[in-house]
């Protein structure tokens, strides 16, 4: 039996999580619209044996265009070109279902898999905010269930499409002039409520068969779609009681789809502060929190809210907010940020201050050996498979995780000190991909590779 | 004034143009799958200085799928593999109007340019096919004139978006916490028959401002809308006086939209069979020829026909075909086709053999010296701005062509020696892009840049 270790991923947010990253002194915000300092990140991520990179997505400006830094690259060219400068990273992009088609969106991956030799995995999103849906022809976005229902089928579509091609099914025979066995290239004649897909995929099989699925709502629409397909689940935790709950709730509900719970490694997100002494990282995320702007802040927490809270006296509690139900957008966001500031009975002011870390992430600040301490806790009591990093600033807030927290993990025998697979897949120790037309010897040959 | 010189792009495709390439001794077919090969033909195309690379692209398996060896990679993300390892060479992707929303591609080709520090391009098309059309929840193709008008209504959307951000939107004032001057980042606001799209695009400014614009339809519909928006047309045309005959139709027609005819570079194909002597190089070509299938190449050509010619005997002319009016398809190659089975009264087999090399595109068979006359013959006779070097085989194609016919056009005046700028739009000699919310200094400072 092997031993069980960490995943780390590293999610990637132009010069840091923290909403006032890109206005401190170990920041050079322009390096956001430089796609060199996004190569850099992927080689720190590879230099520190993370399994992989993952970049978060929207398809419209946010309301706050003067203080965004961070919508600049499209995230598949992004990986692709971060691709071509590592050897070992996984490469996540997020992508919509609400608002690709499945052909076109498959075939992105695809190409990526391909390009990057099986490094690919796609974080699905259905896109909660009325900005993007106005982008797309709709004058507010479409009701939560009726997203999740589309994606559901374009999930099936695009499984079908990567299933397209057997992995024996290119035989390169120039003497009798045979390039691809066409009996092994499949169409998926799909016909359903909001997709007719004929196929077959126009990119013959990947690396991994297919990329990565990964999916990061924990709304109860989220679950169910995450126990039925995804194979890492991005989440924000604030406690470790939490963190139990969420993970022994997900991974119960695997079995229904005949699933294992090592089928699905949960990622909660930390922001890590890091410093020689816990006072010290305490006085640099406070250095962070100073330079959070009050003004932005109300706005970011007025959209996430779908509230008006710019006029909102900072001193005072939230006001009252309408319960879950009522709302369509992101609704495990919307939770977590009426958790936050009901659970611990927060002025507007010091929910902003915790909000600006991480979005409701959970940040924690200390020495290495803390932050070691902490991603163990978690992973040993039934809270992780592993985390979510999400720098406060980049590249340093990568570089001092990697240089002294992975040490420590890899030191205790928790992480990886070389990559054991050439595919995400393999580094997530998941089971190869076994395409639906292919016999028992077509799935072992594909194991093999 | 400065002189006028040659244009030249790469047209890539697997490992060659000549459908029967791989099956020849002087290919590895298994490469037309290895991004490394796409990545080594960048490499090879900026060794000889030529403006850009260009791949086509469809959006279904071909109805040959055992001899297709074209399908492999989605061309922006191939493109992005190829801007990581060069750093002049033009970068020019296919992609459709027809099956994406404008903003999607606008930001993908928008995050392309950046990435590659402005040497974006797109080739629009707007996919003739019915089995592009089965993958998109269609039972055939649109018509031609919806497709043209859609596509004319989408790059009205995809310009107004890359227009979003000025080009000194970007403030990075870290003290005041201004990233982005807002009054410089502007909605769309497009409300149209296909489209509504608010905007503003999600990518700031690129280098280029936008991608170049290209075009390959010679359609009437093709025709009105390239000298509209395209700054590089891709032609077939078999003869001088049809290559003149076209040079001069189209730019005829930029006066009426306020362009002038350098505002546009025609780029006809040419498939090069290039030897020490004449003699040797129709041997190669006769080579490759004698390598082509009959039974695949009568089923490309009933594909481009729209005719089952498969148990036509190969000896007799062609059918009957219909008259052109009567197809929504590709009308420019079914044009060409059937041009050159008529004007040349060819039988089958032997417009088989013509098509082969190039598929309608006009191929030529000779020596350094005599490519390169041919080449400076139809630069100066008003015939092209350059060409659309299509090489039979890859990469070695590629390879004698940059080192035997660009050193001689060189050598003549005709070819730059090193390139002139750093964006494509600087190398194909146009003027900066204007941005259309920026006042007469705003669009000085784009200039300098």
């Given at each position: 039996m092997?031993?069980?270790?960490?995943?780390l991923n590293?999610?990637l947010?132009?010069?840091?999580?923290?909403?006032?990253?890109w206005?401190?002194?170990?920041?050079?915000?322009?390096?956001?619209?430089?796609?060199?300092?996004?190569?850099?990140?992927?080689?720190?991520?590879?230099?520190?044996?993370?399994?992989?990179?993952?970049?978060?997505?929207?398809?419209?400006?946010?309301?706050n265009?003067?203080r965004?830094?961070?919508?600049?690259f499209?995230?598949?060219?992004?990986l692709?070109?971060?691709?071509?400068?590592?050897?070992?990273?996984?490469?996540?992009?997020?992508?919509?279902?609400?608002?690709?088609?499945?052909?076109?969106?498959?075939?992105?991956?695809?190409s990526?898999?391909?390009?990057?030799?099986?490094?690919?995995?796609?974080?699905?999103v259905?896109?909660?905010?009325?900005?993007?849906?106005a982008?797309?022809?709709?004058?507010?976005?479409?009701?939560?269930?009726?997203?999740?229902?589309?994606?559901?089928?374009?999930?099936?579509v695009?499984?079908?499409?990567?299933?397209?091609?057997?992995?024996?099914?290119?035989?390169?025979?120039?003497?009798?002039?045979?390039?691809?066995?066409?009996?092994?290239?499949?169409?998926?004649?799909?016909?359903?409520?909001?997709?007719?897909?004929?196929?077959p995929?126009?990119?013959p099989?990947?690396?991994?068969g297919r990329?990565?699925?990964?999916?990061?709502?924990?709304?109860?629409?989220?679950?169910?779609?995450?126990?039925?397909y995804?194979e890492?689940?991005?989440?924000?935790?604030?406690?470790?009681?939490?963190?139990?709950a969420?993970y022994?709730?997900?991974?119960?509900?695997?079995?229904?789809?005949?699933?294992?719970?090592?089928?699905?490694?949960?990622?909660?997100?930390?922001?890590p502060?890091?410093?020689?002494?816990?006072?010290?990282?305490?006085?640099?995320?406070?250095?962070?929190?100073?330079?959070?702007?009050?003004?932005?802040a109300?706005?970011?927490?007025?959209?996430?809210?779908g509230?008006?809270?710019?006029?909102?006296?900072l001193?005072s509690?939230?006001?009252?907010?309408?319960?879950?139900?009522s709302?369509?957008?992101?609704?495990?966001?919307?939770q977590?940020?009426?958790?936050?500031?009901e659970?611990?009975?927060?002025?507007?002011?010091?929910?902003?201050?915790?909000?600006?870390?991480?979005?409701?992430?959970?940040?924690?600040?200390?020495?290495?050996?803390?932050?070691?301490?902490?991603?163990?806790?978690?992973?040993?009591?039934?809270?992780?498979?592993?985390?979510?990093?999400?720098?406060?600033?980049?590249?340093?807030?990568?570089?001092?995780?990697?240089?002294?927290?992975?040490?420590?993990l890899?030191?205790?025998?928790?992480?990886?000190?070389e990559?054991?697979?050439?595919t995400?897949?393999?580094?997530?120790?998941?089971?190869?991909?076994?395409?639906?037309?292919?016999?028992g010897?077509?799935?072992?040959?594909?194991?093999?590779?």
């Amino acid at each position: 039996m092997t031993t069980r270790t960490l995943h780390l991923n590293a999610f990637l947010m132009g010069v840091g999580h923290h909403e006032a990253a890109w206005r401190h002194p170990r920041v050079d915000p322009s390096r956001a619209l430089d796609v060199a300092h996004y190569v850099e990140l992927g080689q720190i991520a590879e230099r520190g044996r993370l399994d992989s990179v993952f970049f978060a997505d929207g398809l419209a400006v946010g309301p706050n265009v003067q203080r965004n830094t961070q919508a600049v690259f499209e995230p598949i060219t992004l990986l692709t070109a971060i691709a071509g400068a590592t050897l070992h990273i996984g490469l996540i992009a997020t992508a919509s279902t609400s608002y690709n088609e499945p052909y076109t969106l498959a075939r992105a991956f695809a190409s990526l898999d391909r390009i990057s030799g099986g490094r690919a995995g796609w974080n699905i999103v259905t896109s909660g905010t009325d900005a993007e849906a106005a982008n797309f022809g709709l004058d507010k976005v479409r009701a939560h269930a009726d997203r999740y229902g589309r994606a559901t089928e374009f999930l099936d579509v695009a499984l079908a499409l990567w299933d397209s091609w057997e992995a024996d099914a290119i035989r390169l025979d120039a003497a009798d002039g045979v390039f691809a066995d066409a009996t092994k290239v499949h169409r998926a004649d799909h016909a359903g409520e909001h997709f007719r897909v004929a196929g077959p995929l126009n990119v013959p099989g990947s690396p991994q068969g297919r990329p990565l699925l990964v999916q990061a709502g924990s709304s109860e629409s989220g679950k169910v779609f995450a126990a039925r397909y995804a194979e890492a689940v991005f989440t924000a935790q604030r406690t470790l009681a939490e963190g139990q709950a969420f993970y022994g709730d997900l991974k119960g509900r695997l079995a229904a789809y005949g699933r294992r719970p090592q089928d699905l490694a949960v990622l909660p997100g930390i922001v890590p502060f890091i410093a020689p002494t816990t006072q010290e990282a305490r006085a640099l995320e406070q250095e962070f929190t100073d330079l959070i702007s009050p003004d932005y802040a109300l706005r970011q927490l007025s959209g996430m809210l779908g509230l008006d809270l710019t006029d909102h006296p900072l001193d005072s509690p939230l006001p009252p907010i309408p319960p879950i139900d009522s709302i369509e957008g992101n609704k495990s966001r919307y939770q977590l940020v009426r958790d936050l500031a009901e659970g611990e009975n927060l002025t507007v002011r010091e929910l902003i201050a915790r909000l600006g870390g991480g979005r409701g992430h959970r940040t924690f600040a200390g020495t290495p050996t803390e932050v070691a301490d902490e991603i163990q806790t978690w992973f040993e009591q039934g809270a992780a498979d592993g985390f979510n990093v999400m720098p406060p600033y980049l590249p340093g807030g990568l570089d001092v995780f990697v240089d002294t927290v992975v040490p420590i993990l890899q030191d205790r025998g928790l992480f990886r000190r070389e990559y054991e697979g050439t595919t995400l897949r393999a580094n997530l120790g998941l089971e190869p991909h076994v395409n639906r037309h292919s016999s028992g010897l077509v799935t072992a040959a594909l194991s093999a590779g």
